[in-house]
């Protein structure tokens, strides 16, 4: 828990949130600023601000994060169709929140990645 990450204070019911999935080791949240008509962050409740930050220590929470955003994709009905599991690590690539979070898009055409 860091008390200054938005994401640990969602888990812990500080901010309220739209939690779609949870278990011992991770939660699933609507994106509040969705990118396609479904989009879904899956997380640890562990507090690991990136995935540079994952090391053999975290295989197990990785493939299990993993694993969620699949059952996810079944129960919004965008499997068939196609989706993308999308992690922003770094400034580069757009990460505004420091901690570990899978998106999960689908519900439309995505596009070419570039
Ligand atoms: P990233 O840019 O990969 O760090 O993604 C952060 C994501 O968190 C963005 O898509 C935001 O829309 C989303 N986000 C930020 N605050 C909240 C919140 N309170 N509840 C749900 N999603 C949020
Ligand atoms: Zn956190």
Do not use: W
């Not at 962050?41 to 995935?51: E, G, N």
């Not at 993993?66 to 996810?72: G, K, P, Q, R, T």
């Not at 499997?79 to 990460?95: D, F, H, P, S, T």
């Amino acid at each position: 828990m860091n008390k200054d990450c938005i994401f640990c204070r969602i888990i812990s019911g500080e901010i309220q949130s739209d939690i779609i999935y949870q278990d011992e080791e991770v939660i699933a949240i609507r994106d509040i600023n969705p990118q396609a008509p479904t989009h879904l962050l899956v997380l640890p409740r562990a507090h690991i601000p990136s995935l540079a930050d994952v090391g053999a220590d975290q295989e197990q929470l990785l493939g299990h994060l993993v694993h969620v955003a699949n059952e996810l994709a079944k129960s919004e009905g965008i499997a068939e169709k196609g989706y993308r599991l999308v992690i922003n690590c770094g400034l580069e690539a757009g990460q505004e929140v420091p901690h570990l979070h899978l998106h999960l898009l689908g519900g439309r055409p995505l596009g070419k990645l570039g």
